[in-house]
């Protein structure tokens, strides 16, 4: 050290934006998993501090005590359309995905004003209950990242790529054009120039399925994913529909499709993955490729993920909400439940620590962002969530991540911070009116749905 370098005084203050005292924290660190009573300080959008008491001289802009609270790190959820937010208590009992489903609106017909809307509801849904990180793929991308930002979320936005016809997907037609194909990739590379230097939001590309890309189209998003170190996003083993058109075409199963295209690596997630063979399975953990495990979208279609097959076969799974609700907590429920009912009993296997990884460090680590988010350690950004424990529903505290996974609601969050920022605070958003939120989606829905003229709908 020179004379000119200035000496730190030892009894210096650390300076916090905000400390959070006297909560119980669940970490997703399992080394450190429940830390009661602890003390967490967060300056410039980082966790700084985190120990049982605070430092000895502190100054700090806000600093709220928590007794009876949770706080758990932010939750990933890598797999969501908020767009089909449009489809909410109808698509679901249709037996099947919205754009395979014929008779109600696709995203082929919603224009960029309708997808603002509902993009906004849809992340603002998932922010409400819980998510930090919204991994969002769908039409009008461009649009729908700039719609959901404001919200204050982090973001792993994606266009829907493809380059099948989707307009008649619907009526059991597969066509396949080389001019859709570049229109949507390139609107995905496009969407990935404009925010590929902004702090919250990690473009992906969305690969739609093997079932609604050819061959050559996979080979060429597998070619520019790689030049530029982006993660795949795609829906894997989704449908029998998916298994047969794909085994129809090529004799292969979609993971093998993958494989020769050259996505199948360490930066592919595959939704759903239900139907999967044990050899699937075994190429899937060799590449180390990540499940996004979407139980509830698939339990109400009346199927389930081996999810047990799958973490057997040391492959990492992330959990998402996919289309019909955006609550992460009731996620967990229903990740743990299946399983268990298809292990046929409760086992060290699956409990509730299984899930809140899945839903946590397991969707970080599908995104490649396990150094920077997915549990609270010092150094890592401060993407945190606050639970009202003090509810009857909640109490006693005997085992709090037993008591959020089986009785936890998304409606119990109080307060969600993202890179630091209180972005809902009291159970409501910071930054956006909802109110107005809901009601700009109310209107862009009765627009889609009226111009389909459907039974489910009747316009005032």
Not at 343 to 352: A, I, L, T
Not at 373 to 401: C, M, Q, T, W, Y
Request: with cysteine; net charge negative; glycine share 8%.
């Amino acid at each position: 050290m020179t004379d000119s370098t200035p000496t730190p005084l030892a009894n210096a203050p650390l300076a916090f934006d905000l400390l959070l005292r006297d909560a119980i924290f669940l970490t997703a660190d399992p080394e450190q998993a429940e830390c009661r009573g602890w003390c967490l300080g967060i300056s410039d959008g980082c966790i700084t501090w985190f120990d049982r008491e605070p430092p000895v001289h502190y100054t700090a802009r806000r600093e709220l005590r928590l007794p009876g609270h949770f706080v758990t790190p932010g939750f990933v959820n890598p797999h969501v359309h908020s767009i089909l937010s449009m489809v909410r208590g109808v698509a679901v009992d249709l037996g099947f995905a919205p754009s395979y489903t014929p008779g109600i609106p696709k995203g082929t017909e919603v224009n960029p004003e309708q997808a603002r809307a509902l993009a906004r509801l849809g992340a603002l849904e998932a922010m409400l209950f819980g998510s930090t990180l919204v991994g969002d793929n769908f039409v009008h991308a461009d649009t729908s990242t700039e719609a959901m930002l404001e919200l204050g979320l982090r973001l792993a936005p994606s266009w829907r790529i493809h380059d099948v016809d989707f307009a008649r997907v619907a009526h059991g037609e597969w066509n396949y054009d080389s001019a859709i194909g570049e229109r949507t990739l390139g609107a995905g590379l496009a969407l990935y120039e404009r925010w590929k230097d902004h702090q919250r939001v990690y473009v992906n590309l969305a690969a739609h399925a093997a079932d609604t890309c050819s061959n050559g189209f996979l080979a060429t998003i597998a070619q520019e994913a790689q030049k530029r170190d982006l993660v795949v996003s795609t829906h894997l083993g989704q449908s029998q529909v998916e298994v047969e058109r794909v085994r129809e075409r090529t004799g292969k199963t979609s993971v093998q499709v993958l494989e020769e295209a050259g996505l199948l690596n360490h930066r592919l997630m595959g939704g759903h993955c239900i139907y999967l063979t044990p050899d699937d399975l075994s190429r899937m953990a060799r590449a180390g490729a990540h499940a996004v495990h979407i139980p509830k979208c698939n339990i109400t279609s009346g199927r389930m993920a081996n999810t047990p097959a799958i973490l057997r076969a040391g492959v990492n799974m992330a959990l998402a909400t996919d289309t019909q609700h955006g609550d992460m907590v009731e996620l967990m429920r229903w990740a743990l439940n299946t399983a268990r009912v298809q292990e046929g009993g409760v086992s060290d296997e699956f409990q509730p620590r299984h899930v809140f990884h899945m839903a946590t460090m397991g969707g970080a680590k599908a995104l490649g962002l396990e150094h920077l988010i997915g549990s609270i350690e010092v150094g890592k950004r401060a993407d945190l969530v606050l639970f009202d424990a003090n509810r009857p529903h909640l109490v006693p505290h005997v085992n709090p991540l037993g008591n959020l996974v089986h009785t936890g609601q998304g409606r119990d969050v109080s307060m969600v911070i993202v890179d630091g920022e209180i972005v809902v605070e009291q159970g409501r958003p910071a930054k956006v009116d909802m109110e107005q939120v809901c009601a700009e989606a109310e209107a862009a829905c009765r627009q889609l749905w009226g111009a389909h003229g459907k039974q489910y709908w009747q316009p005032h």
